[in-house]
C-alpha cells in the first residue's frame, strides 16, 4: 500500500511539473502570438473599435489631411505603429499591457466587453522620450517649455499637451490653445515665471 502512495505522489508530482511546463509553454506561445499580430495596426482596430476605429480610419486614409498627432506619427515617421505607443514601457509595463490585453480578449470573447472602452493604462512620457529625447535638451527660449521640465518638479507629463488622438492644429504640435494655456499658466506658478500670457 505504501508503495502504491508513494508511486502516485511521484507521479502526482511529475504530471504537475509536466502540466505546469505545457502552462509556461503555451503562454510564452501566445504572448509571441500576439506581439506578432500587435505589429500590424489592422488587428488592434479589430477589437479597439470605439474611437479607436475612427482614428484607424484617419490614418488609412491618405489623402486626408492629417489632423491629429497619432495620425502624423503613423504617416511620417518610419514605420510607426500603435503598439509602438501602447505597447508599455519597460518589462513592468510590457507585462501589464500584456495582462491587461489578455484580460480585455476574455471580456471580448465572452460578450462582457464595453465599447467605447477607456484607456485604463495611461502612456508615461517614456512612451514618447523614446523617440523625442531629443526636445529636452535644446536651448533657447523657443523650447523654453520643453527644457525646463525635466527641472521641474515632474508634474507635467508629455500629454497633458500634446494630445495623440483628438483633432488638432498641426501648426501648434495638434494642440489646441485651450490645453496649452492652462497648462503654460500652470508651469509659469510652479516655476515662477510671469502670468500674464495671452
Not at 88 to 116: I, M, N, T, Y
Not at 135 to 155: D, K, L
Amino acid at each position: 500500500m505504501r508503495d502504491r502512495l508513494a508511486w502516485a505522489r511521484s507521479n502526482l508530482a511529475w504530471i504537475l511539473l509536466g502540466g505546469g511546463v505545457l502552462a509556461l509553454g503555451l503562454g510564452l506561445s501566445g504572448v509571441g502570438y500576439v506581439s506578432h499580430l500587435e505589429q500590424n495596426n489592422s488587428f488592434c482596430a479589430s477589437c479597439h473599435t470605439q474611437p479607436e476605429f475612427e482614428y484607424y480610419q484617419r490614418l488609412i486614409d491618405s489623402q486626408q489631411p492629417t489632423t491629429d498627432l497619432a495620425t502624423f506619427h503613423l504617416r511620417h515617421e518610419e514605420a510607426v505603429k500603435c503598439i509602438d505607443c501602447h505597447g508599455g514601457e519597460g518589462l513592468a509595463g510590457r507585462a501589464q499591457v500584456l495582462a491587461k490585453s489578455a484580460w480585455d480578449a476574455l471580456k471580448f470573447l465572452v460578450g462582457v466587453h464595453r465599447q467605447p472602452a477607456m484607456m485604463s493604462i495611461p502612456l508615461p512620457d517614456q512612451a514618447c522620450s523614446k523617440c523625442h529625447q531629443d526636445v529636452y535638451y535644446q536651448p533657447g527660449f523657443e523650447n523654453h517649455f520643453h527644457n525646463e521640465i525635466p527641472n521641474s518638479m515632474q508634474t507635467f507629463r508629455c500629454l497633458d499637451c500634446h494630445l495623440a488622438h483628438p483633432l488638432g492644429d498641426p501648426t501648434i504640435s495638434f494642440g489646441t490653445r485651450d490645453v496649452f494655456f492652462p497648462e503654460c499658466v500652470r508651469c509659469h506658478q510652479e516655476m515662477g515665471g510671469p502670468l500674464q500670457l495671452r
